[in-house]
Nanobody, 123 residues
């Protein structure tokens, strides 16, 4: 399984970015996928997740500003980020887990596949 993120960059506060995650050898229609982020000196934290039935979960800090979505036909995960704040600055990681892995989708340890990360800087 390979997850490749793209779309990161630098943006001013209030701006928008869209992250993409292309999955290979993983079927987005069957497993849960999510976005996590990690900034310097902090632990990796959940941003948003989307399950096989398209149900979504968001961290409180991004509710109303970020939208997670997926295109099963393209096996691609997206994160639309609006009204970005300096505290959103982090490396953003795409994650996926096999259908047999259960548990809270917001827990990073429940995922068995990770991308290499893409940097988002808001300043």
């Amino acid at each position: 399984v390979q997850l490749v993120e793209s779309g990161g960059g630098s943006v001013q506060p209030g701006g928008s970015l869209t992250l993409s995650c292309a999955a290979s050898r993983f079927t987005a229609s069957t497993g849960c996928m999510g976005w996590f982020r990690q900034s310097a000196g902090k632990e990796r934290e959940p941003v948003a997740t989307i399950d096989s039935d398209y149900s979504t979960t968001y961290a409180n800090s991004v509710k109303g500003r970020f939208t997670i979505s997926k295109d099963n036909a393209k096996n691609t995960l997206y994160l639309q980020m609006n009204s970005l704040k300096p505290e959103d600055t982090a490396t953003y990681y795409c994650a996926a887990r096999d259908p047999y892995r259960a548990g809270n989708s917001l827990i990073p340890e429940s995922y068995n596949y990770w991308g290499q990360g893409t940097q988002v800087t808001v300043s």
